[in-house]
């Protein structure tokens, strides 16, 4: 491709539908990104949509230096329930990160508690089909590329949910971590996987 002449507008396909939209867009160079931040908002508006003042920010994201043995690049940001920044992988190179964002860890932590509370009463087997599939979902929405920490900490957070609820439904035997183990050998939680592969192979 030819180099845009100066009078070329950045180009943005029209908008049909009137609902909420996340969206990123990234440019190699700043004054490409201020061109278009400069005409979206109008562009917008002519299909009755607006910016949202708090979470519209113009980033410096690129790869850090080779030589920075450290740190997480000039920027973070958090989209789609992940934390975005760059972090080096295990053979030394610079790769951008998702990780799954703490309000949504939090979120997710939580919603597993309460289950586990509002049904320690039902059978095991119940349960654990139950947690199982709500684990699975997690799974499906934040098992991508680099996030195996994350889905790691939510498997663990809901063993800890499930076996404190498991602990509170009866008095009379006390439910010791060792023999919670015995009910995870029999009804094992999903292992952590990862669903979306959005780079490497």
Same mark, same amino acid.
Do not use: D, E, V
């Given at each position: 491709m030819g180099k845009p002449?100066?009078?070329d507008r950045p180009c943005l396909r029209s908008l049909s539908?009137?609902?909420t939209l996340d969206f990123i867009i990234g440019f190699e160079r700043e004054d490409d990104a201020r061109r278009v931040w400069a005409v979206l908002d109008k562009r917008l508006e002519r299909f009755g949509?607006?910016?949202?003042?708090d979470k519209t920010r113009l980033l410096p994201f690129g790869r850090p230096p080779q030589g920075q043995q450290s740190g997480k690049g000039p920027a973070t940001f958090d989209f789609g329930g992940f934390t975005c920044?760059?972090?080096?992988? /295990?053979k030394? &190179?610079?790769g951008m990160c998702c990780k799954t964002r703490? $309000?949504?860890?939090?979120?997710?932590?939580?919603?597993?508690?309460d289950?586990? /509370?509002?049904? &320690?009463?039902?059978?095991v087997k119940t349960q654990h089909a $139950?947690?199982?599939q709500r684990v699975r979902g997690h799974f499906n929405s934040f098992g991508i590329s680099g996030n195996f920490r994350s889905l790691l900490r939510l498997v663990e957070a809901t063993k800890r949910a499930w076996y404190t609820w498991l602990c509170r439904r009866s008095q009379r035997t006390r439910l010791t971590w060792e023999r919670f183990g015995d009910v995870l050998q029999q009804f094992p939680l999903p292992r952590p996987r990862i669903t979306v592969r959005i780079w490497g192979g």
């Open positions: 002449a100066a009078t539908h009137s609902f949509l607006t910016l949202h003042p920044s760059w972090a080096r992988s /295990r030394g &190179r610079w703490r $309000a949504s860890f939090r979120r997710a932590k939580k919603a597993l508690y289950w586990c /509370r509002r049904h &320690r009463h039902q059978p $139950a947690l199982s």
